[in-house]
């Protein structure tokens, strides 16, 4: 289980420890940060299958952390447990809408940190290969889309909505969703660029009644 890597994010020295300790000693690979900044840092060079995240944290709060981290899709995997003295069940709520998976009260019992830990670490997916939606699927470990078994041939960008569209199919994706999937970062895309990739991609996939990628003025683009 060493293999497993668990990064803990923790501000207090004494609880830090403590969850190091208790964590390592279950074969876990336990690394600790006292701040988001070298967190970040960290977590840049290297994802752990877990993070156990206290949400008041001295500079970067846990709150953006989670969001940084739920906002990139290829994350989704990581297990995200919050450890918060915030007893509030409007507190509870918020971090897991915001993408945690469990949330455990200081002060807390080791044990119950060792059973949520171990129930969740052995909540690990099995990364989707390919979406078949209709006629169309989308192989993501070849970057390909075909349409009854016949390639479409498509630029990054357009792989990239197609992609972002796929994996959320039924749910709207906005003009900034697009824009941060291509850019990567909190560029805005222009929308009339966006407009093009989308006219491309519905030409590319023969979508020349609009029903496949359809348009919710206002509001994006959703594949029903």
């Not at 877990?50 to 906002?71: H, W």
């Amino acid at each position: 289980m060493n293999n497993y890597l668990i990064y803990s994010v923790e501000d207090d020295v004494e609880i830090s420890h403590v969850i190091n300790l208790t964590l390592t000693k279950q074969g876990y690979n336990v690394i600790s940060f006292y701040d988001g900044e070298s967190f970040l840092e960290a977590f840049a060079k290297q994802k752990p299958q877990m993070v156990l995240l206290d949400m008041m944290l001295p500079g970067i709060q846990g709150k953006d952390i989670l969001k940084f981290i739920r906002r990139d899709r290829s994350n989704d995997n990581i297990q995200i447990i919050i450890i918060s003295a915030n007893r509030l069940v409007v507190d509870k709520v918020d971090g897991l809408d915001l993408g945690a998976d469990d949330y455990i009260e200081k002060p807390f019992d080791l044990l119950e940190l060792m059973s949520r830990v171990s129930a969740r670490s052995r909540r690990v997916n099995k990364p989707i290969s390919s979406i078949t939606i209709g006629s169309y699927t989308l192989d993501l470990d070849s970057r390909s889309l075909k349409k009854n078994g016949q390639i479409i041939e498509l630029t990054s960008s357009e792989f990239k909505i197609a992609k972002l569209l796929f994996e959320n199919r039924g749910k709207v994706i906005t003009r900034k969703e697009i824009s941060y999937t291509l850019c990567g970062d909190d560029s805005m895309v222009k929308t009339k660029t966006i407009d093009m990739h989308i006219k491309s991609l519905r030409k590319k996939l023969g979508d020349t009644d609009y029903s496949f990628i359809v348009s919710l003025y206002g509001s994006g683009y959703i594949i029903n």
